[in-house]
C-alpha cells in the first residue's frame, strides 16, 4: 500500500473526531477539587518553568508542577505563578507551593476564547496566582535546567543587543518567548495574518538544524578524505602498489559523514525544541526534520506525506483534543496546502507553453516562457485567418523582438521569466495554504485578512534573512559577553574589560537604529538588519485603512459546514487529478473549461463554509459581567445598546469584540450609550481603540440629551473619542424614534434637558417594535406617527431600560400610562439596573406585564444582584426570567411568527 501511514493518520483523525464529538466535556471538564479563591498548598515536582505576562501586565516567574500524589498515568500539572523569583527552584525539583486556586473558565459568549479548553490540551488542570515557595529539595534535572538558563541567558543577549522591542520579537522568534511581547504588535500580526513568523517551526529547522547537518557532514568529509588519503599514502609507500580502499574503511567513512552528522543534528534540534517548550508546530518539524535525514540512513525515500503523518499520529496519540487547537491546525494544514494542494494549480498548457501539467523554465528547449508560448500559439492562429485585414502585424513584431538576442539578453540579465515565475510560486502557495486554512479561520478568529496573501509574499522571503541575523546578532552578542567585551555600559564579564587586546576601544560607540546603548560595530550589522526588516513589518501591518478594508469578517461555521466544505475541497482534489490522465485528457481539449470546473467546486466550498441564515430580527445580551452589552440585528443593519463591565477587565477585547467577529458583524449602524457610567461604556472606547487600527467601525454614536450639568467627565470623553475617529453623533430624548429595517425604536426617556444628581435616572430608555409583514422602517422623527402595518401583521415589543430609577423610572412610567395599550404586553423586558430591587416596580409590571425578562449580572456580584425581592415581583406577574449569570449570553431570535430563546450556557 502506498503511504499506509497517512491512512493510518486519516483513520485515526476521524476516530479522535467522533470520540471528541461526544466525550469533549469529560475530557475538559477536570475540576481542581476545590473551590475557585481558596488558598492551598501543594507538593510537586517541577517540570518546567518560564516567565509570563499576568493579566495586570506584570512579567512573572511561573512554574510547572506534578503533584506527587497524582496518579503517573495523570499527567496534568499545575501552573503556579509566583509572586517574584527570588526563589525559583531547578527543574527536576520538589517543591511545597501555596496559593490562591483559578480555575480555568469555559466560554459564556459566542466567539469568546475558550481558556478552559486550551489549558486541557495543554495538559494543565488550574492555576495557582499569587504563589510562594515554602520549600524546595531534590535533585534537580540537569538537562533541563541546563537548556533553561541558555534560554534565559541567550534572551539576555537580546535584550542587550536589540531595542526592547525588537529583542521581544526575536526573543518569541528565535527562543519561543512571546512574553516580552507588547500586545499591540502580537494583534497587529494576527490581524494582518503574518502571527505564523512568531512560531518556532520549519524555517527554523531547515536554517538551524540543516545549517548544522551541512557543516557537520562537510566537515566529516573534509577529515576523513584526509585520514583514508593518509592511510592510502601509506600503504603504498609500504608496498609499492595501488590497491583499492578496503570495504572496512569505507564503512568507516560512510558512519563519519553520514550517521554522526545525522545523530548529533537531530540531538541539537531536539534539545532546541525542549528549549523553546516544544510547541506544535516545533514538534512537527523537529519530526518530519529527523525522518528527512534518517532515510537516507536506513536506505528509505524520504516522503514529506508520510513524515507529516507519522507526526500527526504521535500528537493525537499523546494529546486528542490538538485536533481543536488552532496552531495544530495552522501548522499541519500550512503544510498540507503546499504539499497537496499547490501542486494541483500548476498552470496548465496554454499557460506554460509547455507539455502536460508541468512547469518548464526559460532554458527548457521546448519551452521559452510565458510569453514565448502564447505569442508562438497567437502567431500560429493569425496565419491560417482568412483575415488579411493587417491588423496582427504587431504580433509578428512582438514575435521578432521576443526571438531576438536583445530579448534573451534583457532576460538572462534581470532573470525577469524566474522572478515571475517565484512571484507566481509564492502567490500559489498562499492561495493553497489559504485553501487548507480557511475553516480555521472561521471556526476560531471569524474572521480572515485578505491582504495578508499579499503581505505573506513580502514577509516570508525575508523571514530567512530576518532569522539568521537575528542568529548572528544573538551568538556574537554571547560570544562578546563570554569574552568580557562590554556591549552595554555596566555589562560584561571582567576578564578583558579594561583591555584593549580584544579592540574594544576600537569598535564600541556604535549604535543600533532605535537601540539606546552603546555595542560593538560586529553586532550593529545584523542588530541593524533586524531593526531594519522589523521596521518593514511593522510598516506593512499597521494600515489601520488597508485592514478595515481588507478583513473579511467571515463569522463563525458550524461543523456541517466544516465537514462538507471539506468534502468539496477532496472532490476539487479528485477532479485536479483526474485531468492528469490520458483516459481523461482525450475528452477534455479545452484546458480552460477544466480550470473553469475546478474553479465552480471552490467557489461552492467557499459559500457553503460562509453561508450564515440569519433570523429577521436577533436580539442577543452578551455575559459581560456586572455590565451591560446587548447587541439588536435586522436587515444586515446592527445596533449595541450599551458595553461596559466592572467585573471583567477588558471587556470590550475579550467579549464584545470577539462575538460582533462570531456574528460576522463588520460595523456598527449605531452604539446607543445609556448613561456614562463604566458598567455601560467601559467596552465601546474599546471597540474605538479597536475602529482606529482598522478594526469593526462604528457609523453613529447616539448619547442621551440632558442638561450641560448632567453631563459627567466620560460623558464628555465618549463625545471627543467619537470626534477623532469621525463618528457622528446624535442626541436622543423622549418621543424621537429611529428605524433599523423592519424594527422601530422610540426614546421613552430622558425628558429633554433632564437634570439629576445620578446618571442612572437620565438612562437611555428605548422602546423596539418588530413588524412581521412587508413593512420596513426608515428613519422619522418623534413627530411620524407608528401604525399597525397590514392585517398579516404582528407585533414583538421590547423595552431596554438601562440603569433607570428614582426619576428617571417615574418619568418613564407616566409615559406609559400615557398609551397603556401600546407598551402592555411586552413580548421581552431588560430588567434595569442588573436586577436591583429599587427599580422595575410592582406598577411598572402591572403597566408592562412582559412575557419575558432578561437580567444582565456579575457571577457572584457584590451587589446581590439580581435581588430576591424583585424576582418575586417578576414571578408574580407570570414573566419568565433569564440570567446571563446562569445561562450566558442570551439570544432572542424571531423569525416571521416564530421566536426562539436560547442560553450559551446550558
Avoid at 223 to 251: G, Y
Avoid at 587 to 606: E, K, P, T, Y
Wanted: with cysteine; hydrophobic share 40%.
Amino acid at each position: 500500500m502506498k503511504r499506509p501511514l497517512s491512512l493510518l493518520a486519516l483513520i485515526l483523525t476521524t476516530a479522535v473526531l467522533i470520540y471528541l464529538q461526544f466525550c469533549l466535556s469529560d475530557i475538559t471538564g477536570r475540576e481542581p477539587g476545590c473551590g475557585d479563591g481558596d488558598l492551598i498548598t501543594i507538593v510537586g515536582q517541577v517540570q518546567g518553568k518560564e516567565f509570563r505576562k499576568s493579566f495586570s501586565g506584570e512579567i512573572l516567574p511561573v512554574i510547572y508542577l506534578f503533584p506527587k500524589e497524582q496518579n503517573i498515568s495523570d499527567d496534568h500539572l499545575i501552573q503556579c505563578y509566583l509572586d517574584s523569583a527570588d526563589s525559583l527552584p531547578s527543574i527536576g525539583q520538589y517543591v511545597r507551593v501555596s496559593g490562591k486556586v483559578k480555575a480555568f473558565q469555559a466560554p459564556t459568549n459566542p466567539g469568546e476564547f475558550d481558556s478552559r479548553l486550551y489549558y486541557s490540551t495543554l495538559k494543565i488542570s488550574y492555576r495557582l496566582s499569587g504563589s510562594k515557595v515554602l520549600a524546595c529539595g531534590g535533585d534537580p534535572d540537569n538537562y533541563r535546567e541546563s537548556l533553561f538558563r541558555i534560554r534565559m541567558f541567550f534572551e539576555h543577549v537580546l535584550d542587550e543587543c536589540l531595542s526592547s522591542e525588537d529583542s521581544a520579537i526575536m526573543k518569541a522568534m528565535l527562543l519561543g518567548d512571546k512574553a516580552y511581547m507588547d500586545s499591540e504588535i502580537k494583534d497587529m500580526y494576527k490581524d494582518s495574518g503574518i502571527i505564523h513568523i512568531l512560531a518556532v517551526s520549519g524555517l527554523h529547522i531547515s536554517i538551524i538544524g540543516m545549517g548544522i547537518y551541512e557543516l557537520l557532514r562537510r566537515f566529516s568529509l573534509w577529515a576523513a578524505s584526509r585520514v583514508e588519503r593518509a592511510a592510502w599514502r601509506r600503504t603504498v609507500a609500504r608496498t609499492h602498489t595501488v590497491i583499492r580502499k578496503p570495504k572496512a574503511a569505507r564503512n568507516t567513512a560512510d558512519v563519519c559523514t553520514n550517521i554522526v552528522p545525522t545523530v548529533v543534528a537531530i540531538a541539537f534540534m531536539y534539545s532546541y525544541g525542549i528549549m523553546c517548550g516544544m510547541g506544535t508546530s516545533s514538534f512537527r518539524a523537529i519530526c518530519m526534520f529527523t525522518i528527512r535525514l534518517m532515510a537516507p540512513v536506513v536506505g528509505r525515500t524520504y516522503d514529506i506525506l508520510s513524515a507529516l503523518s507519522l507526526a500527526e499520529i504521535l500528537l493525537l496519540l499523546d494529546q486528542p483534543l490538538y485536533l481543536y487547537n488552532s496552531g495544530f491546525l495552522f501548522s499541519f494544514g500550512a503544510v498540507l496546502g503546499i504539499t497537496v494542494i499547490k501542486p494541483l494549480f500548476v498552470p496548465s498548457r496554454r499557460l506554460a507553453g509547455c507539455e502536460d501539467m508541468q512547469m518548464k523554465f526559460v532554458e527548457d528547449e521546448d519551452c521559452k516562457g510565458v510569453l514565448w508560448a502564447w505569442l508562438k500559439e497567437r502567431r500560429a492562429t493569425s496565419a491560417n485567418s482568412t483575415d488579411n485585414s493587417g491588423g496582427k502585424w504587431w504580433l509578428e513584431v512582438l514575435g521578432r523582438f521576443v526571438e531576438s538576442d536583445v530579448y534573451r539578453t534583457v532576460v538572462d540579465v534581470f532573470d525577469i521569466h524566474g522572478r515571475v515565475l517565484g512571484l507566481l510560486d509564492g502567490a500559489v502557495s498562499c492561495l493553497a495554504v489559504t485553501i487548507v486554512t480557511l475553516p480555521v479561520y472561521a471556526c476560531f478568529y471569524y474572521a480572515f485578512p485578505l491582504h495578508s496573501m499579499v503581505l505573506n509574499l513580502v514577509v516570508i522571503p525575508v523571514m530567512g534573512i530576518l532569522m539568521l541575523a537575528g542568529l548572528v546578532c544573538m551568538l556574537l552578542g554571547a560570544g562578546f559577553l563570554l569574552l568580557g567585551v562590554a556591549i552595554s555600559p555596566g555589562v560584561g564579564l571582567p576578564l578583558l574589560a579594561n583591555t584593549s587586546d580584544v579592540g574594544a576601544g576600537t569598535i564600541l560607540s556604535s549604535r543600533v537604529p532605535g537601540a539606546d546603548f552603546s555595542m560593538p560595530l560586529l553586532i550593529k550589522l545584523p542588530g541593524g538588519v533586524v531593526h531594519g526588516i522589523l521596521a518593514i513589518y511593522r510598516w506593512l501591518c499597521s494600515g489601520s485603512s488597508v485592514r478595515s478594508t481588507f478583513t473579511w469578517y467571515m463569522g463563525h461555521s458550524d461543523k456541517w459546514q466544516v465537514a462538507l466544505y471539506v468534502t468539496l475541497i477532496v472532490i476539487f482534489i479528485l477532479v485536479s487529478k483526474s485531468l492528469q490522465w490520458e483516459v481523461v485528457r482525450e475528452h477534455i481539449n479545452n484546458m480552460f473549461l477544466a480550470d473553469v470546473i475546478r474553479g465552480v467546486v471552490l467557489v461552492i466550498a467557499l459559500v457553503v463554509l460562509t453561508y450564515h441564515r440569519v433570523p429577521d430580527l436577533e436580539i442577543s445580551m452578551i455575559d459581560v459581567g456586572q455590565g451591560d452589552g446587548i447587541v439588536i440585528s435586522s436587515a444586515g443593519n446592527n445596533i449595541l445598546i450599551d458595553g461596559g463591565s466592572t467585573s471583567k477587565k477588558n471587556v470590550g477585547k475579550y467579549q464584545i469584540i470577539p462575538f460582533l467577529k462570531y456574528k460576522g458583524i463588520e460595523k456598527l449602524d449605531a452604539v446607543v450609550v445609556t448613561h456614562e457610567d463604566e458598567d455601560h461604556i467601559s467596552g465601546i472606547f474599546e471597540i474605538m481603540d479597536d475602529m482606529e487600527k482598522g478594526g469593526i467601525r462604528i457609523k453613529q454614536l447616539i448619547l442621551p440629551e440632558v442638561a450641560d450639568s448632567s453631563r459627567g467627565d466620560n460623558y464628555h470623553e465618549l463625545e471627543q473619542r467619537a470626534r477623532n475617529l469621525g463618528i457622528s453623533i446624535a442626541y436622543i430624548n423622549e418621543g424621537e424614534s429611529f428605524g433599523l429595517g423592519k424594527v422601530q425604536f422610540t426614546c421613552l426617556n430622558p425628558e429633554l434637558g433632564m437634570t439629576s444628581d445620578g446618571a442612572n435616572a437620565y438612562s437611555t430608555v428605548l422602546f423596539m417594535e418588530y413588524m412581521v409583514g412587508d413593512r420596513k422602517w426608515s428613519n422619522c422623527t418623534h413627530a411620524d406617527a407608528f401604525s399597525g402595518g397590514g392585517k398579516n401583521s404582528q407585533r414583538f415589543t421590547a423595552l431596554f431600560t438601562g440603569d433607570v430609577e428614582g426619576a428617571g423610572q417615574d418619568y418613564l412610567k407616566s409615559v406609559i400610562r400615557s398609551d397603556p395599550e401600546k407598551y402592555a404586553n411586552l413580548s421581552l423586558l431588560k430588567v434595569a439596573h442588573h436586577g436591583s430591587q429599587y427599580t422595575t416596580d410592582e406598577e411598572f409590571l402591572d403597566l408592562t406585564k412582559p412575557l419575558f425578562a432578561i437580567i444582565s449580572c456579575g457571577r457572584d456580584n457584590s451587589y446581590g444582584h439580581p435581588h430576591e425581592a424583585l424576582l418575586e415581583r417578576l414571578y408574580e406577574v407570570g414573566t419568565t426570567v433569564y440570567r446571563t449569570d446562569k445561562g450566558g449570553c442570551i439570544s432572542i431570535a424571531v423569525q416571521g411568527k416564530k421566536k426562539l430563546m436560547t442560553c450559551f450556557v446550558p
